[in-house]
C-alpha cells in the first residue's frame, strides 16, 4: 500500500524559507508515469496547486508560485522535497504531498498524504 | 487560467438523499476532470477521474458526468461517511481547483 508523509518545521518566520519533505513507501519515486507532487490549504480556504516533480527531475510549478518554488528529488532516500522562499503569513497552509498519475492525458493525484500545518509567524 | 466553479459552497441533506454538486469550468477542459473527498486530519481522497471514471474502491453510489465545461458529481444514497468537503480538479491546463463544497449534515 503506497503512504506518503510529509515532514518538516511546523513554524517558519516571515521572509524564510519554508521546507518540507515528502517520504513515500510501498512504491519506488523512480515509478515511470506519476510525477509527486505539492497542494496546499489555507485555513479556511480551498486547495492550492503548488508543483510536481518527476524522478528525472522535469518539473512543473504553479505560476502564481514560480518565482519563490523549488522541488527536487531525492531517488536514494524515495523522498522529495518542497521549498518556499520569502514566505508571508499567506503561506500558512496544510501542504499536502501527493502521487500524480501522469499518463495519455490522464493527470490526477491518485494517492495523498494526511497533511502538515505550516504557520508563518513572528 | 483556467477557474473552477463549484456549487453550491455549503450543502444540508440528511442520510439517504440524492446529491448533485456542480463544477463549471472558465474553458472547455473536455473530460480532464477529478473529484476529491476531504476530510479533517485525514489524507485527501480521489473518487472520479476523466470525469465519470469511479477511483477503484470508491462506492458506486458516486457517480461523476459532463464534459467541456460543466460537470457533476452526485452521491446517490447520501451515508453518514459521505459528510465531507468535495473538490474538483481539471488537468487541462495546469492543476486548478474549485473552492470546494462542504456537505453537512441537515
Known amino acids: 500500500q503506497l503512504q506518503l508523509q510529509e515532514s518538516g518545521p511546523g513554524l517558519v518566520k516571515p521572509s524564510e524559507t519554508l521546507s518540507l519533505t515528502c517520504t513515500v513507501s510501498?512504491?519506488?519515486?523512480?515509478?515511470?508515469?506519476?510525477?509527486w507532487g505539492w497542494v496546499r490549504q489555507p485555513p479556511g480556504k480551498g486547495l492550492e496547486w503548488i508543483g510536481n516533480?518527476?524522478?528525472?527531475?522535469?518539473?512543473h510549478y504553479n505560476p502564481s508560485l514560480k518565482s519563490r518554488v523549488n522541488i527536487s528529488v531525492d531517488r536514494s532516500k524515495n523522498q522529495f522535497s518542497l521549498k518556499v522562499s520569502s514566505v508571508t503569513a499567506a503561506d500558512t497552509a496544510v501542504y499536502y504531498c501527493?502521487?500524480?498519475?501522469?499518463?495519455?492525458?490522464?493527470?490526477?493525484?491518485?494517492?495523498w498524504g494526511q497533511g502538515t500545518l505550516v504557520t508563518v509567524s513572528s | 487560467d483556467i477557474q473552477m466553479t463549484q456549487s453550491p459552497s455549503t450543502l444540508s441533506a440528511s442520510v439517504g438523499d440524492r446529491v448533485t454538486i456542480t463544477c463549471r469550468a472558465s474553458q472547455s477542459i473536455s473530460s480532464s476532470l477529478a473529484w476529491y473527498q476531504l476530510k479533517p486530519r485525514k489524507a485527501p481522497k480521489l473518487l472520479i477521474y476523466t470525469a465519470s471514471t469511479l477511483e477503484t474502491g470508491v462506492p458506486s453510489r458516486f457517480s461523476g458526468g459532463g464534459s467541456g465545461t460543466d460537470f457533476t458529481l452526485t452521491i446517490s444514497s447520501l451515508q453518514p461517511d459521505d459528510f465531507a468537503t468535495y473538490y474538483c480538479q481539471q488537468y487541462n491546463t495546469y492543476w486548478t481547483f474549485g473552492q470546494g463544497t462542504k456537505v453537512e449534515i441537515k
Open positions: 501527493a502521487r500524480l498519475v501522469y499518463n495519455h492525458g490522464i493527470q490526477h493525484f491518485d494517492y
Open positions: 510501498g512504491d519506488s519515486i523512480s515509478s515511470s508515469s506519476y510525477y
Open positions: 516533480i518527476y524522478y528525472s527531475g522535469s518539473t
